[in-house]
């Protein structure tokens, strides 16, 4: 393979992440000043979306993230380089890459619904203005952890709540956010928080949502945080 087609997917990915940091931070955190967070949210967390499912693709084969690889070919160049594909190339649309994903490597993105409803909003608020009627923190979250947190972590090994831009403490509010929310989501290894009260949080939420909670600290041994 072309040597510059082969760093493509980690680029993606790079890219993907930095989206995520910011998708995470603007979807948790809220103070006077940054109402416009709750947008923003929509906005990167579509754009981590739309560049993880590329990355993965990618790994199968870099060209298969554009949707007319023969346009790339101008019958005069030896072979293809990055700015001619950053000049010329079209990639797939966001709505398209689900199905895009499926053919490629037969693995099905979770929750269409939101995906599609998280599309609506990122396309409203992107090209005309912010719908009334959502939640967008909450639709932001759902996108997040229901489709992205298990495709990083079953394609690349990465903890969706791992990336978020508050180098003062760690996931300890990203995930205090996904309690009250009832979100599930990937727990790393090393999984461990300090800074929130989890029996207390857990106390307001379903039976059913403790219940997952439980099962999973435990699978990674970390018990001692419901006590």
């Known amino acids: 393979m072309n040597p510059v087609l ?8 790079k890219l993907a992440l930095g989206a995520l940091a910011q998708a995470n931070t603007h979807a948790v955190y809220f103070d006077p000043g940054n109402e416009h967070w709750e947008y923003m949210s929509v906005l990167n967390a579509a754009h981590a979306g739309e560049l993880v499912l590329k990355a993965i693709i990618a790994r199968e084969h870099p060209l298969l993230i554009f949707n007319d690889i023969f346009k790339l070919d101008d019958e005069r160049s030896d072979g293809l380089d990055l700015e001619k594909l950053i000049r010329k190339g ?7 890459l689900p199905k895009v994903l499926w053919a490629v490597t037969g693995i099905r993105t979770p929750n269409l619904e939101c995906f599609d409803r998280l599309r609506k909003a990122r396309n409203s608020i992107q090209h005309f203005c912010a719908p009334d009627d959502d939640d967008l923190r909450a639709l932001s979250l759902e996108f997040l952890y229901t489709i992205i947190d298990p495709l990083l972590a079953d394609c690349f090994g990465v903890y969706t709540i791992e990336y978020h831009e508050d180098p003062s403490v760690g996931y300890d509010y990203v995930v205090g956010a996904l309690i009250a929310g009832e979100i599930r989501f990937t727990m790393p290894n090393d999984f461990d928080l300090s800074e929130i009260e989890v029996p207390k949080l857990l ?3 379903s039976e059913d949502y403790r219940v997952w909670f439980s099962r999973e600290v435990e699978k990674i041994g970390k018990i001692d945080l419901l006590s």
């Open 6 to 13: 082969e760093k493509i997917p980690d680029r993606i990915l």
């Open 90 to 96: 079209k990639t797939h649309s966001f709505e398209q």
């Open 203 to 205: 106390r307001e939420a």
